[in-house]
C-alpha cells in the first residue's frame, strides 16, 4: 500500500484528449513535441519548468564531432535544433579542416538565454502543440497500453502515444563536496515520482551521474592571460535553411578563450581529495569516461602537469562564464580556490559552484529501435531518460521518438534509420543493442561508416525521409532536388570532359612535382590529384553553364576524390543490409535453441533483436551462435514465449 | 567494426573427398566466386563460358605472374547449383602442395576459407535441402562451435598469438591516436598522427607481417607439406602403412624386403593435413640393411621431421632396437603404431606407455585396414586442433585461414601506404588501417569495437 503523503492532491480532474503527450521539453522533448505535432497530431509538452525549455545545464554550445552531424541530420528531417542554434549562436567554428570531409566538425558556442527563449517561443507558435508547465508524476497503463498521464496537479491526460524525455530530472541528486540535496539540474525541482511509477511497470532503473564546472563573473577575469580563440569567418550553417548572407563577422562574434591548470591546481585538489564526494563514495552514479571531473583526471593523470580550460561567454547579455574542463564536485570553498590558482582567473569572481549530479535512467536494453518500451506499447523514451549525455543525443533521439509516437497515433508503420545511414541510427542501435554502462556519447569512432555519415551530406541523407515523414516542407525539398541535380549533372560532367596534356596542363602538374601528362586525362579523374581542387580545375575546362552553388562545388569535390573510398564503404554496407533484411520473429524462445553458448543465449533473451545483423553486435553472441540461430529461423520452428500481459 | 556479415561472403574450401589421390578440387561458392576465379585463372573468358562447362587452363599467382597449376575449372551459375550460389571448381593436378597454394590464392584474392559444413549450411539457407536433412547441418555446426571455442585459442600457437596481440596493440595505439585527434580536436597536448607517422607504423606493421608470413611454419606445412617419418625395423609394416597414407600402390610390398624406388619424399594428403613423407626411399631401400635401417641412418631422418610414426610390430616382443628407435624419437611429434595387431599379441602395452611416457599410441593392422582411419584422425586432430608444435621456427600459423587473413592485413597495409601516396588524409586511410587491425583480430578471435573506445579513455586525457 501506497501512503499519500500531505502534499498530493486528492481530487483528480480530467483534462482534454491528445494524440501525443511529451514529458519534459527540454532538448529530447522539444524535438520530439514538435516531429508529432507537426506531422499533424493534437499534442501536448508538459514541463516542470516553462522558463527551463530547451535550457542547457552544462556546456553552452551546440555540435563538435558527430553532434554536429547529429544536428544537421536532426534538420534534415525537419527538427528544430539547427534552426534554432542557427538563430542564437554567438560563436560558430568548423573543426577539424585539416583533416579529412568525414570528421569535419561545426560547431558552435549558443547564447544559453536566447537558446531557450527561441526553443520556447517556437514550442508556442506551432498550431497543433500545446505547452504547460507540470510535474508528471505517474503514467496511466492499462492492459500493457499506455493510455496517458497523471501530473502532481491531479490532472489527467490521455493520449495515443506517451514520450517521456525527462532528462536528469528524474530523482535528481545535487552534490557539491559534503552537502547534497534533492534536485533537477542548477536547482531546479526534481521529479521525484515518475521513475518509482516506471519501477513499478517493471522497468530496470538505473543511476548515472554526471557534473559541471563553476560559473565565473566575466568582469573579473584577466583576458590577458588567456589565448583567444575567435570564430570562422567563412559563413557556416547548422541548417539547411540558413542563409550565408545573415552569418556574423567574426567581430560581431564572441571569442572563447584557452587558459590552463598548474601544479598549484593540482596540489589544491590533491590536498582535498578527502573531501572529493567521487572519492569518499557518496556519489554512487556511474560518470562519463568522456567527461571527467578534474579531480579525477588529477588522479588518473597523475603525470599530467597541466590541462587545458576554455573560458566560454554563456550569452550576450550575461556576465557569466563557463570554465570549460573544470568540472567538479569539490567543496565550493575548495572550488573558489582552484579557480583563483589559474592564469586570468586570479581574481576571478565565482557566480555558481560546480556540482554533480546524479540521476535515474531507464536501461535501453528494454526498447525497441523505435524508442518504443518493449514492456509497455505507446510509451517511448529519449534522451537522457535512456542513458545519453549531451544535447545533441537527446534531440537526435526526440526526433525518433516523436515520429514514432506520432505515426503510432496516425496508425502508421515504425520509422528506424540504420547504422550506415546516420549518426542517429548508429547511436540508437549502440543503445538499444548493447546498452550502456555509463552516460553514453557519440564519438566519430562508433560509426563503422563515418566516410559515409559526413556532416557535409546529412542532408542527402535524409531530406528525402523527412520530406516523407511530411516533416520537411515542399518549397525546401525543392531546393534540396535542385542541389542533388546540380551535383549529379557535374560529376557526369566531369566524367565525360577530358583534359589533353596541354603546355599550361604540364606546367601546373610540374609545378607540384607531379610527371606531365601524356595522354588526355578525364577531369573527374585530374580531379583527384591531391593539389587539383574544384577551383583549379576550373582554369583547364570550361566552366559549367551556370556558376554552382559552393555546397555543390562542395559535394562534387568530396564524391570524387574519394570516390574509391566511398565504393568501399558502399560495398560493406550493402552485405550489412542483407543481414539486416533477415528478420528474427518476435517472442522468440531462445531456451529451445541448442546449440546457442550460454551467454549468448542470456543476451539474446534479454535484448530480443529484431534481426540477425542486430543480433551479431551484440557482444557475447560469437558468430556460431548466429549461425545456429539462422539455421533455426530458416527451419521455421519456432518455439514462442507465451505473450505476456 | 567488426567484420560480422560472414554470411553472404564468397567461400572457398578443398573439397577433395578423403581417399582419393591425384586429382583434388578447390571449390568456391559465393556472389564473387567468378570474380575471385577470374584473377587467378588464365584460359577462356569466364564471363562467357555457359553454365556447367569444364575449361582447361591455368591457375597463375597475380602478384607475380607465376604459373601454379595447370587446372579445369568448372563454372556453375546460380540458382542451379548445389549451394544456389555460382560456385566455381578447380581440379587440380597437380597435387597437395598446388591445391594448397591455389587454396592460399583464391582466399587472398577475395574468399574465406569455408567453416566445417559451410556449403551445405549455404544450400540449406539458400532451401536447397529439406528440413530431415537441416538436423544434421546443425550437427555440424554445433560440432564447429565446441571446436570453434578451443579453436580459436588452441589452434593458434602461443608465439603467433602473442606476436598478433603485440601487433594489434601497436595499430590500436596508432587508431586511438587518430580518433582522439578527431573526436577531441580542441585538445593540443594529443600528439597529432601525421601522413608521416601513420606511414612509418603503417610500414612497420607492414613488415613484420611480411615476416610473419615468411617465417610462419604452417604456411611452410602448406607450401611445403608437414614432415613425417615412419620409423621402424625392417619389416614392421613401414611400406604397407606408408601406401595406405598414400592411398595408391606406388609401394611395392612384397615378403621379401627390398624393393627400391627412387623417391625421396613422397606427399600424402591426410584429411586435409598435407604430409611430406620424408626418406622414403630409406623405408623402402633395404639392401643394406644393417646400414640404411639402424638407428643412426634413422636420425637424421628423425631429427628433419616434425612428425614421426613409429611402427612397432605388435606381434613380436619388444627388441632392443625398438628401445633405440623409441629412445631417439623421445621428445619429439610422436605417434606410436602399433602394427600387425591381426596376429596374436606379444607387446606389452604397459611397458610402451611407460618407455613413451603415454604419447599417442594407436594400434593397426596394415594387412586388414584396421586403425588406419584412426590413424589419419589422429594426424588431423594433433595438427589443427593441439597445433604440432614447430622444430625450426618458434613461430607457427596454424592453417590456411590464419595466412589468408595475414595476406589480407598485409593488403590493408598496402593500401595505406597506396592511400597516402595519393595524398588522401589520414582519417579516410584509417579505415584500411582499421581493417587490418579487425583482421588480425579475426586469428586471435577478438575483434571488439570497443577494445578502440576504452583504448581512447584510458590513453587520453580528455573532457571537460
Ligand atoms: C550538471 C549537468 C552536467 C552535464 N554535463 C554534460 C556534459 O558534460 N556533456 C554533455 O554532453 N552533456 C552534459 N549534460 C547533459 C545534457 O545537459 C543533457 O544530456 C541534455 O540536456 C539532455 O536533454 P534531455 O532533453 O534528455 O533532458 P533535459 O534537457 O534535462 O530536459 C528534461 C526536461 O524534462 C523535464 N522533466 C523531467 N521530469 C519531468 C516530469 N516528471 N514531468 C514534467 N517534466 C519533467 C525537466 O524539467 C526538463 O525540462 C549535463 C547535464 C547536467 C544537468
Ligand atoms: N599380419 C600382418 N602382416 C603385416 C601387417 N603389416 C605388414 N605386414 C606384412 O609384413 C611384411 C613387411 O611389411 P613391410 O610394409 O614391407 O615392412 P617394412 O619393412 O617395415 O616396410 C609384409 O609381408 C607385409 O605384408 C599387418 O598389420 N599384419
Redesign the pocket.
Known amino acids: 500500500m501506497k501512503s499519500l503523503r500531505v502534499s498530493d492532491v486528492k481530487q483528480k480532474y480530467r483534462g482534454k484528449n491528445y494524440d501525443v503527450i511529451v514529458?519534459?521539453?527540454?532538448?529530447?522533448?522539444c524535438e520530439a513535441a514538435l516531429a508529432a505535432a507537426r506531422m499533424g497530431n493534437k499534442t501536448l509538452i508538459?514541463?516542470?519548468?516553462l522558463d527551463?525549455?530547451a535550457?542547457?545545464?552544462?556546456?553552452p554550445s551546440v555540435g563538435g564531432p558527430a553532434k554536429g552531424t547529429v544536428v544537421r541530420e536532426v534538420d534534415a528531417l525537419g527538427g528544430e535544433m539547427g534552426r534554432n542554434i542557427d538563430k542564437t549562436y554567438i560563436q560558430m567554428r568548423m573543426l577539424n579542416t585539416g583533416k579529412g570531409p568525414a570528421v569535419q566538425a561545426l560547431r558552435a558556442q549558443a547564447d544559453k538565454h536566447a537558446y531557450h527563449a527561441e526553443m520556447k517561443h517556437t514550442l508556442e507558435n506551432e498550431p497543433n502543440l500545446t505547452l504547460r508547465q507540470?510535474?508528471?508524476?505517474s503514467l496511466i497503463v492499462e492492459d500493457g497500453l499506455c493510455k496517458g498521464v497523471v501530473t502532481n496537479t491531479g490532472a489527467k491526460y490521455f493520449a495515443k502515444a506517451v514520450v517521456i524525455?525527462?532528462?536528469?530530472?528524474?530523482r535528481g541528486k545535487i552534490i557539491i563536496g559534503e552537502l547534497m540535496y534533492a534536485s533537477?539540474?542548477n536547482n531546479?525541482q526534481p521529479?521525484e515520482k515518475?521513475s518509482g511509477n516506471l519501477e513499478e511497470l517493471g522497468f530496470d532503473l538505473e543511476r548515472f551521474k554526471?557534473?559541471?564546472p563553476p560559473r565565473v563573473d566575466g568582469t573579473t577575469i584577466d583576458y590577458s592571460k588567456a589565448e583567444e580563440q575567435p570564430g570562422d569567418a567563412t559563413p557556416h550553417h547548422f541548417s539547411f535553411e540558413s542563409s550565408d548572407k545573415n552569418y556574423l563577422s567574426v567581430k560581431d562574434q564572441l571569442s572563447c578563450w584557452l587558459t590552463y591548470t598548474n601544479e598549484t591546481t593540482h596540489k589544491i585538489i590533491r590536498e582535498n581529495l578527502d573531501r572529493a564526494p567521487m572519492f569518499t563514495g557518496v556519489i554512487e552514479g556511474v560518470g562519463p569516461r568522456y567527461?571527467p571531473s578534474i579531480e579525477d583526471k588529477i588522479v588518473r593523470f597523475a603525470d599530467k602537469s597541466r590541462h587545458q580550460l576554455f573560458l566560454e561567454p554563456e550569452g550576450r547579455k550575461t556576465e557569466e562564464w563557463y570554465v570549460d574542463g573544470l568540472?567538479t564536485s569539490m567543496p565550493e570553498e575548495v572550488q573558489q580556490k582552484m579557480l583563483h590558482t589559474v592564469a586570468g582567473l586570479e581574481n576571478a569572481e565565482m557566480m555558481r559552484p560546480g556540482?554533480a549530479?546524479e540521476y535515474d535512467v531507464v536501461a535501453p536494453y528494454q526498447l525497441k529501435p523505435t524508442l518504443e518500451t518493449k514492456i509497455v506499447r505507446n510509451l517511448f523514451t529519449?534522451?537522457?531518460?535512456n542513458g545519453?549525455?549531451?544535447?545533441e543525443?537527446?534531440a537526435g533521439q526526440?526526433i525518433i521518438a516523436g515520429i514514432n509516437a506520432g505515426r503510432r497515433a496516425l496508425g502508421k508503420g515504425p520509422f528506424v534509420l540504420k547504422r550506415n545511414e546516420a549518426y542517429i541510427g548508429v547511436m540508437i542501435d549502440d543503445l538499444v543493442t548493447k546498452g550502456t554502462k555509463e552516460p553514453y556519447?557519440l564519438l566519430t569512432s562508433r560509426a563503422e561508416y563515418r566516410l559515409l555519415l559526413r556532416t557535409d551530406n546529412a542532408d542527402m541523407r535524409l531530406t528525402e525521409k523527412g520530406h516523407e515523414l511530411g516533416l520537411i516542407s515542399d518549397d525546401r525539398y525543392a531546393k534540396f532536388l535542385d542541389k542533388k541535380r546540380a551535383i549529379d549533372s557535374e560529376i557526369q560532367r566531369l566524367n565525360q570532359i577530358r583534359i589533353k596534356p596541354s603546355d599550361a596542363v604540364n606546367q601546373f602538374v610540374e609545378a607540384h612535382g607531379d610527371k606531365p601528362l601524356k595522354d588526355g586525362v578525364l577531369a573527374s579523374v585530374f580531379l583527384r590529384r591531391p593539389y587539383v581542387n574544384y577551383q583549379t580545375l576550373l582554369q583547364f575546362i570550361a566552366a559549367p553553364d551556370a556558376p554552382l552553388d559552393r555546397h555543390v562545388v562542395e559535394q562534387v569535390e568530396i564524391q570524387t576524390k574519394y570516390a574509391g573510398y566511398i565504393a568501399k564503404a558502399e560495398a560493406s554496407v550493402e552485405k550489412m543490409k542483407r543481414m539486416e533484411a533477415k528478420r528474427i520473429p518476435d517472442r522468440i524462445d531462445y531456451q529451445a535453441i541448442d546449440g546457442i553458448a550460454t551467454e549468448a543465449r542470456q543476451k539474446l533473451q534479454k535484448i530480443h533483436p529484431e534481426t540477425l545483423a542486430q543480433a551479431s553486435r551484440i557482444s557475447g553472441v560469437n558468430p556460431a551462435d548466429i549461425a545456429i540461430l539462422s539455421v533455426y529461423i530458416q527451419q521455421g520452428k519456432i518455439a514462442k514465449l507465451k505473450k505476456s500481459v | 567494426m567488426v567484420l560480422t556479415t560472414t554470411e553472404f561472403d564468397t567461400i572457398a574450401a578443398i573439397s577433395t573427398p578423403p581417399g582419393e589421390g591425384g586429382i583434388s578440387i578447390v571449390r568456391i561458392s559465393g556472389e564473387e566466386a567468378l570474380d575471385v576465379a577470374k584473377k587467378i585463372y588464365r584460359g577462356k573468358s569466364l564471363d562467357k563460358v555457359a553454365s556447367n562447362t569444364i575449361n582447361y587452363g591455368h591457375i597463375i599467382d597475380p602478384s607475380t605472374g607465376q604459373e601454379i597449376d595447370e587446372v579445369m575449372l568448372s563454372v556453375m551459375r546460380a540458382p542451379h547449383t548445389y549451394t544456389k550460389e555460382d560456385i566455381i571448381e578447380i581440379n587440380c593436378h597437380g597435387g597437395i602442395v598446388a591445391t594448397n597454394r591455389i587454396l592460399q590464392l583464391v582466399i587472398s584474392n577475395g574468399a574465406r576459407m569455408a567453416e566445417p559444413g559451410e556449403f551445405t549450411k549455404r544450400a540449406f539457407l539458400n532451401g536447397r535441402i529439406d528440413l530431415s536433412q537441416s538436423e544434421a547441418v546443425m550437427d555440424l555446426i554445433e560440432a564447429k562451435t565446441d571446436r570453434s571455442m578451443k579453436a580459436a585459442i588452441n589452434q593458434l600457437d602461443g608465439n603467433l598469438s602473442h606476436l598478433i596481440k603485440h601487433l594489434r596493440k601497436d595499430i590500436l595505439d596508432v587508431l586511438a591516436q587518430v580518433e582522439v585527434n578527431i573526436d577531441y580536436p580542441e585538445y593540443d597536448d594529443v600528439e597529432t598522427m601525421t601522413s608521416k607517422l601513420l606511414r612509418e607504423k603503417a610500414t612497420d606493421v607492414h613488415k613484420r607481417i611480411v615476416q610473419l608470413l615468411q617465417t610462419a611454419k604452417q604456411g611452410k606445412i602448406l607450401r611445403d607439406g608437414l614432415a613425417t617419418s615412419i620409423i621402424g625395423r625392417p619389416n614392421v609394416g613401414k611400406s604397407s602403412l606408408l601406401n595406405h597414407l598414400l592411398h595408391e600402390d606406388k609401394a611395392i610390398v612384397t615378403d621379401v624386403p627390398g624393393t627400391t624406388r627412387d623417391v625421396l619424399e613422397e606427399y600424402a594428403n591426410v584429411q586435409g593435413v598435407p604430409l611430406k613423407l620424408v626418406d622414403t626411399a630409406g623405408i623402402r631401400d633395404t639392401t643394406d640393411k644393417v646400414e640404411k635401417i639402424g638407428v643412426d641412418r634413422s636420425r637424421k631422418a628423425i631429427a628433419s621431421a616434425d612428425l614421426i610414426l613409429l611402427v612397432l610390430n605388435a606381434s613380436e616382443e619388444l627388441t632392443d632396437e625398438d628401445r633405440q628407435l623409441i629412445k631417439a624419437t623421445n621428445g619429439k611429434q610422436r605417434i606410436v603404431v602399433l602394427n600387425k595387431t591381426d596376429l596374436p599379441i606379444k607387446l606389452k602395452l604397459n611397458e610402451i606407455k611407460q618407455l613413451t611416457h603415454a604419447d599417442h599410441i594407436i594400434s593397426t593392422s596394415a594387412i586388414k585396414s584396421d586403425g588406419l582411419k584412426e590413424l589419419e584422425k589422429l594426424i588431423s586432430k594433433m595438427f589443427f586442433d593441439e597445433g604440432i608444435s614447430s622444430s625450426q621456427n618458434d613461430v607457427m600459423v596454424t592453417n590456411a585461414r590464419h595466412i589468408g587473413l595475414l595476406n589480407q592485413a598485409k593488403q590493408a597495409l598496402e593500401d595505406v601506404i597506396k592511400g597516402l601516396d595519393t595524398g588522401m588524409p589520414v582519417d579516410l586511410v584509417q579505415i584500411d588501417m582499421t581493417r587490418c587491425w579487425d583482421l588480425l583480430g579475426e586469428i586471435t578471435g577478438d575483434s571488439y569495437q570497443d577494445e578502440l573506445i576504452d583504448q581512447l579513455f584510458s590513453q587520453f586525457c580528455l573532457g571537460?
Open positions: 514529458v519534459g521539453a527540454g532538448h529530447a522533448g508538459l514541463t516542470i519548468n527551463m525549455v535550457f542547457m545545464p552544462c556546456n507540470a510535474i508528471v508524476d524525455a525527462a532528462g536528469t530530472a528524474a533537477g539540474p531546479s521529479a515518475l554526471t557534473g559541471t567527461c568540472s556540482y549530479i529519449a534522451g537522457q531518460t545519453t549525455s549531451g544535447y543525443e537527446a526526440g556519447r | 571537460k
